[in-house]
């Protein structure tokens, strides 16, 4: 009996001798290919089983001998750490996904269901963007704008195509997310300054570098540069914006707008077309008066038509001295029939584009007031006035480098009307939307 429990033990011996030198070649393997996963793992396990003194006496629990339970854990250690199979990369998805651009050559209808001859909702122009709610079939139903409803499918680019058209149909825009963000000349916080930006203000991008962004501040005056610097891209946030749909509702009311517009311009042309009308009878009948009067009398009556002359001509223009004529509230009220009408470079129309000079002229020149065409000379016209003395139908000038480049009129609570942008056209913004140089009142 004593001769069989040698043996056992013998053998159990024999077991664990050849695992301790199976788990010193392990560690040998381990050390020489540097692994860091499943090798080192099973290291780990069988340096701790080896601290034990004892572990050939001991027995697991159910009386099978520890060498044998041993061999079995080390073999589902190492199933355990076997590498698992890599799984399959995602699929790239496109931001939209879920968004589609019209590619109608003018615009596709809206409809309220999905047939052609269903009620019409509204209008997609081209290079406007949806949102896609469902697919039915060749219709897919979206929201866009205040409309909801269904067009054809063939009508959108969708997803990575949507995205091909984002540069050309989509605008980028800067919002300032500071309390008051510098725009520099330069890509460097040693570049010249050109102007303070405040919160809230929403500018056109040109361009997005690493840690700057280029911005439109607004177009220049006739005969000026357009303000464009940069500023921090930390303290904007970027947004792509496209056009929308328009409700038939919406369209209508948009008609109404330019017609109205449109009849306030040409009310303004006409009163400008009787005042010189009135000018030139008012001269021909001092001419005939002078004519037929004596030489002693010609030459009275020639001085006083020149002093009436005189006095005409500066009541109707702003120098150094602000106009009686007209109201302050009325100017501005009037100039905000035409916002959203184009901005145009060198134009002076309210209706089909004027820049910002000659949009603040025409505003003035329908109350009988002449100010100068360019921001430059309108500085100088009327009076100063400080900022915090600011009242409706004023002036404000915006300067570059010390030179007047834009100009906007003060329409009262903070804000001023003026021709912005291509992007924009004639727009409202706050007063201070960049550093304002100067304040010029016109009239009383």
Same mark, same amino acid.
């Given at each position: 009996? $004593?001769?069989?429990?040698?043996? $056992?033990?013998?053998?159990?011996?024999?077991?664990?001798?050849?695992?301790?030198?199976?788990?010193?070649?392990?560690?040998?393997?381990?050390?020489?290919?540097?692994?860091?996963?499943?090798?080192?793992?099973?290291?780990?396990?069988?340096?701790?089983?080896?601290?034990?003194?004892? *572990?050939?006496? @001991?027995?697991?629990?159910?009386?099978?001998?520890?060498?044998?339970?041993?061999? %079995?854990?080390?073999?589902?250690?190492?199933?355990?750490?076997?590498?698992?199979?890599?799984?399959?990369?995602? $699929?790239?998805?496109?931001?939209?996904?879920?968004?589609?651009?019209?590619?109608?050559?003018?615009?596709?209808?809206?409809?309220?269901?999905?047939?052609?001859?269903?009620?019409?909702?509204?209008?997609?122009?081209?290079?406007?963007?949806?949102?896609?709610?469902?697919?039915?079939?060749?219709?897919?139903?979206?929201?866009?704008?205040?409309?909801?409803?269904?067009?054809?499918?063939?009508?959108?680019?969708?997803?990575?195509?949507?995205?091909?058209?984002?540069?050309?149909?989509?605008?980028?825009?800067?919002?300032?997310?500071?309390?008051? @963000?510098?725009?520099?000349?330069?890509? #460097?916080?040693?570049?010249?300054? @050109?102007?303070?930006?405040?919160?809230?203000?929403?500018?056109?991008?040109?361009?997005?570098?690493?840690?700057?962004?280029?911005?439109?501040?607004? %177009?220049?005056?006739?005969?000026?540069?357009?303000?464009?610097?940069?500023?921090?891209?930390?303290?904007?946030?970027?947004?792509?914006?496209?056009?929308?749909?328009?409700?038939? &509702?919406?369209?209508?009311?948009?008609?109404?707008?330019?017609?109205?517009?449109?009849?306030?311009? &040409?009310?303004?042309?006409?009163?400008?077309? &009787? &005042? $010189?009308?009135?000018?030139? #009878?008012?001269?021909?009948?001092?001419? +005939?008066? #002078?004519?037929?009067?004596? #030489?002693?009398?010609?030459?009275?009556?020639?001085?006083?038509?020149?002093?009436?002359?005189?006095?005409?001509?500066?009541?109707?223009?702003?120098?150094? +001295?602000? *106009?009686? +004529?007209?109201?302050?509230?009325?100017?501005?009220? /009037?100039?905000?029939?035409?916002?959203?009408?184009? /901005?145009?470079?060198?134009?002076?129309?309210?209706?089909?584009?004027?820049?910002?000079?000659?949009?603040?002229?025409?505003? /003035?020149?329908?109350?009988?007031?002449?100010?100068?065409?360019?921001?430059?000379?309108?500085?100088?016209?009327?009076?100063?006035?400080?900022?915090?003395?600011?009242?409706?139908?004023?002036?404000?000038?915006?300067?570059?480098?010390?030179? *007047?480049?834009?100009?906007?009129?003060?329409?009262?609570?903070?804000? *001023?009307?003026?021709?912005?942008?291509?992007?924009?056209?004639?727009?409202?913004?706050?007063?201070?939307?960049?550093?304002?140089?100067?304040?010029?009142?016109?009239?009383?």
């Amino acid at each position: 009996m $004593k001769k069989v429990v040698a043996v $056992k033990s013998a053998l159990c011996i024999g077991a664990v001798a050849m695992l301790i030198t199976g788990a010193s070649v392990a560690n040998s393997l381990a050390t020489g290919v540097c692994s860091e996963t499943s090798l080192a793992g099973i290291s780990l396990s069988l340096e701790q089983y080896m601290q034990s003194a004892d *572990v050939v006496k @001991l027995q697991s629990t159910d009386g099978a001998p520890f060498a044998s339970r041993l061999l %079995e854990e080390t073999q589902d250690t190492t199933q355990e750490a076997a590498p698992t199979q890599e799984a399959e990369p995602e $699929k790239e998805v496109s931001k939209y996904e879920n968004m589609g651009i019209s590619v109608a050559n003018d615009y596709v209808n809206i409809r309220k269901k999905p047939d052609t001859e269903s009620e019409i909702k509204g209008k997609l122009y081209r290079g406007a963007a949806a949102t896609i709610v469902k697919t039915e079939g060749d219709w897919v139903k979206i929201e866009s704008g205040n409309v909801t409803g269904y067009i054809k499918s063939e009508f959108l680019a969708i997803g990575f195509d949507a995205e091909e058209l984002e540069d050309k149909y989509g605008t980028k825009w800067a919002t300032v997310n500071t309390t008051t @963000l510098k725009v520099r000349e330069e890509q #460097s916080t040693d570049s010249v300054v @050109l102007g303070l930006i405040p919160m809230g203000e929403t500018y056109e991008v040109l361009k997005v570098c690493d840690d700057w962004v280029k911005i439109l501040v607004d %177009e220049a005056d006739e005969g000026e540069e357009s303000t464009k610097g940069f500023v921090s891209k930390e303290f904007v946030d970027i947004t792509v914006e496209f056009k929308h749909a328009i409700s038939v &509702e919406e369209e209508q009311a948009e008609i109404e707008r330019k017609e109205a517009a449109k009849k306030a311009e &040409e009310d303004r042309l006409k009163a400008l077309e &009787e &005042e $010189k009308r009135q000018r030139q #009878s008012s001269n021909n009948s001092s001419n +005939s008066n #002078s004519n037929s009067s004596n #030489s002693s009398n010609s030459s009275s009556n020639s001085g006083k038509s020149s002093s009436n002359n005189s006095n005409s001509g500066s009541s109707n223009s702003a120098s150094d +001295s602000t *106009v009686s +004529s007209g109201d302050g509230a009325a100017i501005a009220a /009037y100039a905000q029939k035409f916002i959203g009408n184009p /901005y145009v470079y060198g134009g002076t129309s309210l209706t089909n584009g004027t820049d910002c000079s000659g949009f603040t002229q025409s505003v /003035y020149s329908h109350f009988g007031i002449s100010i100068p065409r360019t921001s430059g000379s309108q500085a100088s016209a009327g009076k100063h006035v400080s900022f915090d003395e600011l009242k409706a139908g004023d002036l404000i000038l915006y300067a570059r480098n010390g030179r *007047v480049g834009h100009v906007a009129l003060y329409i009262g609570g903070g804000q *001023v009307v003026h021709a912005s942008t291509y992007k924009t056209g004639i727009k409202i913004s706050t007063w201070n939307y960049r550093t304002p140089y100067t304040a010029r009142r016109i009239v009383e």
